[in-house]
């Protein structure tokens, strides 16, 4: 199981972090990655995130406002974000993956996912 939170209401520019609980199982075992959905639109990669946290990946819409990172002694992945814009609106979800040697991007990829938390930035 996947919990997700952070999500809120932003004026452009803030900042927020969200949070991924993982429980029921290893989570060591498991590359982890963040999506989005904007209204109308499809679900879309934000950053991804080895299993040892030693590699990283991000959409080029984030690069260089948003970070991932993991704590495996907590069983979470953050997605810390900053200078955040109208266009990071959406419905953020935190996904699973058990493959491994690389970042995935597809949402096909991942084998469990979070249950979303929103995030609104006004202009």
């Known amino acids: 199981q996947l919990q997700a939170s952070g999500g809120g209401l932003v004026q452009a520019g803030g900042s927020l972090r969200l949070s991924c609980a993982a429980s029921?199982?290893?989570?060591?075992?498991?590359?982890m990655g963040w999506f989005r959905q904007a209204p109308g639109k499809e679900r879309e990669f934000v950053a991804g995130?080895?299993?040892?946290?030693?590699?990283?990946e991000y959409a080029d819409s984030v690069k260089g406002r948003f970070t991932i990172s993991r704590d495996n002694a907590k069983n979470t992945v953050y997605l810390q974000m900053n200078s955040l814009k109208p266009e990071d609106t959406a419905v953020y979800y935190c996904a699973a993956t058990v493959r491994a040697w690389g970042i995935f991007r597809k949402v096909y990829e991942y084998n469990y996912w979070g249950q979303g938390t929103q995030v609104t930035v006004s202009s």
């Open positions: 029921g199982l290893t989570f060591s075992n498991y590359g």
């Open positions: 995130i080895s299993r040892s946290g030693g590699t990283t």
